[in-house]
């Protein structure tokens, strides 16, 4: 099993502010590599898949990078909306997925 | 549109089952699997399995292999989680989705179903 390892477990960051957050695979994914935003009571949305392509109406504050085992989404400038938990997951071996554990994205 | 339509909130004993439903509309329903991810409480997302609605191929998470079984009706365009020997563990929100163009990116989540275990 592929496990997706994500850091930091929190960020705090200011609005207007860049958030960095970082998920690394125990083994090469490629680039078949997602990352979703989660509110508290609510289903998680697709941000980023392809390691780098942003999925349909995602601003384009939110970027993916990264290839292999290492991957990095970036928010620019951080809205008041962007505060939520955020999970990497890879699918290179699909059908079966795993997850990262989160990141918690807090304001500061 | 693409919608799944989760059955609802469901309290448990331990050693009991559970079976949760996810009625597809808006698509054609067997060209696109199913997943089934659950989140306890406070906690991330975890995979459960998959479930091709095309021929009824299944991949399950290695960690619930013989506890947890899926299927379809593809008369009803409905997807069913079945869980077995439930435990104060398996307390969560279970969610289905499907991926979209690419195989394996989620883009359509049910609306969850809390399913409780508890004495």
């Known amino acids: 099993e592929i496990v997706m390892t994500q850091s930091p477990a929190t960020l705090s960051v200011s609005p207007g502010e860049r958030a960095t957050l970082s998920c690394r695979a125990s083994?090469?994914?490629?680039?078949?590599l997602a990352w979703y935003q989660q509110k508290p009571g609510q289903a998680p949305r697709l941000l980023i898949y392809?390691?780098?392509t942003r999925a349909t109406g995602i601003p384009a504050r939110f970027s993916g990078s990264g290839s292999g085992t290492e991957f990095t989404l970036t928010i620019s400038s951080l809205q008041s909306e962007d505060f939520a938990v955020y999970y990497c997951?890879?699918?290179?071996?699909?059908?079966?997925?795993?997850f990262g554990q989160g990141t918690k994205l807090e304001i500061k | 549109q693409v919608q799944l339509v989760q059955s609802g909130a469901e309290v448990k004993k331990p050693g009991a089952s559970v079976k949760v439903s996810c009625k597809a509309s808006?698509?054609?329903?067997?060209?696109?699997?199913i997943s089934w991810v659950r989140q306890a409480p406070g906690q991330g997302l975890e995979w459960m399995g998959w479930?091709?609605?095309?021929?009824?191929?299944?991949n399950y998470a290695q960690k619930l292999q013989g506890r947890v079984t899926m299927t379809t009706d593809t008369s009803t365009s409905t997807a069913y989680m079945e869980l077995r020997s439930l435990r104060s563990d398996d307390t969560a929100v279970y969610y289905c989705?499907?991926?979209?163009?690419?195989?394996?990116?989620?883009?359509?989540w049910g609306q969850g179903t809390l399913v409780t275990v508890s004495s």
């Open positions: 808006g698509y054609t329903f067997t060209s696109y699997g």
């Open positions: 392809g390691a780098s």
């Open positions: 997951q890879q699918y290179n071996n699909w059908p079966a997925y795993t």
């Open positions: 479930i091709s609605a095309y021929n009824g191929n299944t």
């Open positions: 989705a499907r991926a979209g163009m690419v195989q394996g990116v989620i883009t359509r």
């Open positions: 083994q090469s994914v490629s680039s078949n």
